[in-house]
């Protein structure tokens, strides 16, 4: 997993968009709602495991558009008042899913996003969990924090908990829940370790244990992980994507 250090992309009305399109919400405590998802270019790590690895590109030529079934293509970057007007094509979705890449690495763009083409919806953000600094200039808009936390059981790297644990401090002033893909190799103590740094800022945040995609892990062993983070937390789930089951986007 690299650690990008230049800047984040994407400048105030315009940014770089890799697809925006309507689905269910397939991970977490929130799996089945109806959201819109609007995926946001760029990415300041590059995680072994990404199954969006097309959005870690930060200047995407094209944006892709699904509406009716079919997807269409248009040239980035793209204003907010076109995705304002893409957003109003979807009518049953009340929920906007903000994700990448990661978010909040348009930041400034993020932040007009937010002030206008989302203004009449809730505002669920997907994040790695990592740009504290960034979560800080918009968290009193977002409604829901969807915060990674990356293991280095998972990754096969140096874990970031300093990071994360900076992060959470600002997530915690909105709703915020936290989600860590665990693996076979994902042991009690990563996932203590993971509980105690949550518990430490605030005990009744959601955990969301997510087995690796594709890769079976025996169900006594995910107990058992649940079990070592229920000692020091409210409420900690097994949740798979739901969606990667379903074989729907």
Not at 4 to 9: F, N, Y
Not at 17 to 34: L, N
Not at 63 to 70: A, D, I, K, L, Y
Not at 105 to 126: G, I, N, R, T
Request: glycine content about 6%.
């Amino acid at each position: 997993m690299r650690i990008r250090i230049d800047s984040p992309q994407g400048h105030g009305t315009h940014g770089w968009v890799s697809e925006i399109f309507e689905s269910i919400q397939g991970e977490g405590p929130y799996c089945g709602q109806r959201h819109i998802f609007l995926r946001l270019a760029g990415c300041n790590l590059e995680c072994n495991y990404c199954d969006t690895v097309y959005a870690q590109e930060p200047n995407p030529p094209e944006c892709r558009v699904r509406t009716s079934g079919q997807f269409r293509k248009v040239p980035n970057p793209v204003s907010v008042d076109w995705v304002s007007r893409q957003l109003s094509r979807f009518r049953h979705a009340t929920w906007v899913t903000v994700t990448g890449g990661e978010p909040l690495f348009q930041v400034d763009y993020l932040k007009q996003l937010l002030a206008e083409s989302l203004m009449p919806y809730h505002v669920y953000l997907e994040t790695n969990g990592t740009l504290h600094k960034q979560l800080r200039e918009v968290v009193s808009r977002i409604d829901i924090v969807a915060m990674d936390m990356k293991l280095p059981s998972v990754t096969k790297r140096e874990g970031l908990w300093d990071l994360h644990r900076e992060f959470l401090r600002t997530a915690v002033k909105t709703e915020v829940f936290v989600k860590v893909v665990v693996g076979p190799d994902t042991d009690v103590d990563e996932i203590v370790k993971c509980a105690k740094l949550v518990a430490n800022e605030k005990p009744s945040v959601v955990l969301v244990l997510q087995p690796l995609d594709g890769i079976k892990i025996d169900v006594r062993r995910l107990l058992q992980l649940q079990d070592a983070a229920l000692y020091y937390l409210d409420d900690v789930r097994i949740v798979p994507q739901i969606h990667k089951m379903l074989r729907i986007k």
